[in-house]
């Protein structure tokens, strides 16, 4: 979740997002790794949004904060955009990092997903912004996958697991590390299509779910 401000002065449009981790693995260096990540990979392309006939520069700007004990009520009654929760564990169920839903800002973060260069926070980030995996999942042949791609993912041999595997058996699939935000990536956003208010719009949406440590839940 974050929010987008329109400075057509300027021609750019600015999305705004806050960072907040909690949980007994977060810490400090984590906590930059995936502010880092987000910003870095999300500017990479260098994204153009067409608004009012103005191309518009599209720039995203993260911040973050280590909050390793926030309190449950400051994420249940948070009410700004900016503000993105996610707890980091060693443990999850399912095995895997998750947010709360297609335009979000809650989640839970599996520490062994946050190695450097994995991808997992700038492809989490899209889900906040409301973006969904691809449908089809097969793109042998067409590329570099986009950061939307999920694990398991059908690529070329040069961006599996083990290039010397076969497609689709252990080794065969989409190591996330490959994953690139691309130009696509930005406009699936539909920036133009926001409804701005003094120049400011919300992309995403309010989730405010805190998360208990998993360690200690059974299902």
């Excluded at 949980?23 to 949004?49: H, V």
């Excluded at 492809?123 to 906040?128: A, D, F, I, K, M």
């Excluded at 290039?163 to 058996?169: E, L, N, W």
């Excluded at 490959?178 to 919300?202: C, G, H, T």
Aim: aromatic content about 10%.
């Amino acid at each position: 979740m974050g929010e987008a401000e329109l400075n057509l002065e300027e021609k750019s449009i600015v999305i705004r997002s806050h960072i907040i981790t909690y949980g007994s693995m977060a810490d400090d260096i984590l906590t930059e790794r995936i502010r880092s990540e987000i910003e870095t990979m999300w500017n990479e392309p260098g994204a153009i949004c067409i608004i009012n006939n103005t191309s518009l520069q599209v720039n995203f700007r993260i911040s973050a904060e280590l909050k390793k004990d926030i309190d449950q009520m400051e994420v249940l009654q948070n009410t700004n955009p900016l503000n993105n929760y996610f707890r980091i564990e060693s443990f999850v169920h399912g095995n895997i990092s998750f947010v709360d839903g297609l335009g979000s800002n809650s989640g839970y973060f599996l520490l062994e997903n946050l190695y450097e260069g994995s991808t997992t926070a700038a492809h989490e980030y899209g889900h906040t912004l409301g973006l969904d995996h691809p449908i089809f999942l097969d793109i042998r042949g067409q590329g570099v996958p986009g950061i939307m791609y999920p694990r398991g993912t059908l690529v070329d041999p040069s961006f599996q697991y083990d290039p010397s595997k076969p497609a689709g058996v252990t080794g065969g699939t989409m190591h996330p590390m490959y994953r690139k935000v691309r130009i696509e990536d930005v406009d699936s956003l539909k920036l133009n299509k926001l409804r701005f208010q003094n120049n400011k719009a919300i992309v995403g949406g309010f989730t405010n779910i805190y998360h208990w440590n998993h360690a200690a839940i059974n299902l």
